[in-house]
């Protein structure tokens, strides 16, 4: 049990265009939502967290109007780049939370974005 | 907000040998997981741990909670153990933070 699939798996876009990456928990309701950013060589940054039916909560120089965050379902969260530039390339990774409450952490597979 | 560090950054192995990780984290949490990245990116989860130990075959975990540490042991190191071992702790706002992780490679 507790699987989150995430799509696409990579993605390339041109300089400009925005980018829609989506993150499903298959067999729980995901309470609570976090989206990931990895860069090369580096750990895991947190960017927002989303709670079903309500506004996420971005990390301190995250950009919202950059990273549009919804979370329209207790099943479904949903990450878009927009007017994505070659700077935003990187891995974006998707968590589901059961609880919110400390445990039940399960992540997707992960999106790697690059941007010509 | 919580500072996560962990050492040694970079860690290379013959394949047999046994190695210790540590995860030192700078406030009281509410949980604390170790994971493991594959070359793909993919994050396996390996211990939920937020206080004593716990053991899942080869690899064998101890947090600390009072001094805020916690190690994860391997034992007899294969080739497939090479990758990223994140430690990651739940703050008081039930967010995960990574640590800096440790990279692992295991020659044969």
């Known amino acids: 049990g507790a699987v989150v699939s995430q799509h696409p798996s990579w993605v390339i876009c041109k300089s400009g265009t925005s980018v829609k990456i989506e993150c499903r928990s298959l067999?729980?309701?995901?309470?609570?939502m976090f989206w990931y950013r990895q860069f090369p060589k580096q750990s895991l940054m947190l960017m927002a967290t989303?709670?079903?039916?309500?506004?996420?909560?971005?990390e301190q120089g995250v950009e919202k109007d950059k990273f549009l965050i919804n979370h329209a379902s207790l099943t479904l969260s949903t990450l878009t780049v927009t007017s994505a530039h070659p700077e935003d390339s990187s891995f974006y990774i998707c968590?589901?939370?059961?609880?919110?409450?400390?445990?039940?952490?399960?992540f997707g597979s992960g999106t790697r974005l690059t941007v010509v | 907000g919580i500072q996560v560090e962990q050492s040694p950054p970079d860690l290379i192995l013959q394949e047999g040998a046994n190695s210790t990780l540590r995860c030192n984290f700078s406030?009281?949490?509410?949980?604390l997981q170790w994971f493991h990245q594959n070359p793909w990116g993919q994050l396996i989860n390996l211990f939920y741990?937020?206080?004593g130990t716990k053991q899942n075959g080869r690899l064998s975990a101890t947090t600390v909670a009072t001094e805020r540490y916690s190690l994860l042991y391997i034992s007899s190191s294969q080739t497939t153990d090479s990758g990223v071992y994140f430690c990651a702790v739940v703050d008081s706002s039930y967010k995960l933070i990574f640590g800096s992780g440790t990279r692992l490679l295991v020659r044969p």
């Open positions: 741990i937020p206080s």
């Open positions: 406030d009281s949490v509410n949980n």
């Open positions: 968590s589901a939370s059961r609880s919110g409450r400390g445990y039940g952490y399960t």
């Open positions: 067999d729980f309701q995901a309470t609570t």
């Open positions: 989303s709670n079903e039916g309500s506004k996420a909560t971005y």
